[in-house]
């Protein structure tokens, strides 16, 4: 897993691109990207659920302190350590 904890600084927002029902769970940072890949499916917010769980690990921080500012229900997400 990707150890993303320099960038876990408080009020800072992250952007993702998520790809859903991938073959493993996986954070990866690609140059100026973060790509988070969860096997669960896109339905009644489990896969945000998944995204929220694995990026808080990356980040060293609860999940508590996730918050899912923009991209409910789109690949794109940005998440704001509160």
């Known amino acids: ?19 859903p029902k991938a073959s493993r769970n996986a954070v990866v940072q690609d140059a ?19 995204v929220q769980k694995l990026l808080a690990k990356a980040l060293g921080v ?7 500012v923009r991209g409910q229900t789109s690949r794109d997400k940005v998440f704001r350590i509160t």
């Open 32 to 50: 100026d990207q973060i790509r988070v890949y969860v096997t669960t499916v896109p339905e009644g917010g489990k896969a945000n659920a998944a």
């Open 1 to 19: 897993m990707t150890d993303l904890s320099h960038l876990a600084d408080p009020g800072a927002e992250i952007a993702v691109r998520v790809t």
């Open 62 to 68: 609860p999940k508590s302190r996730l918050d899912l």
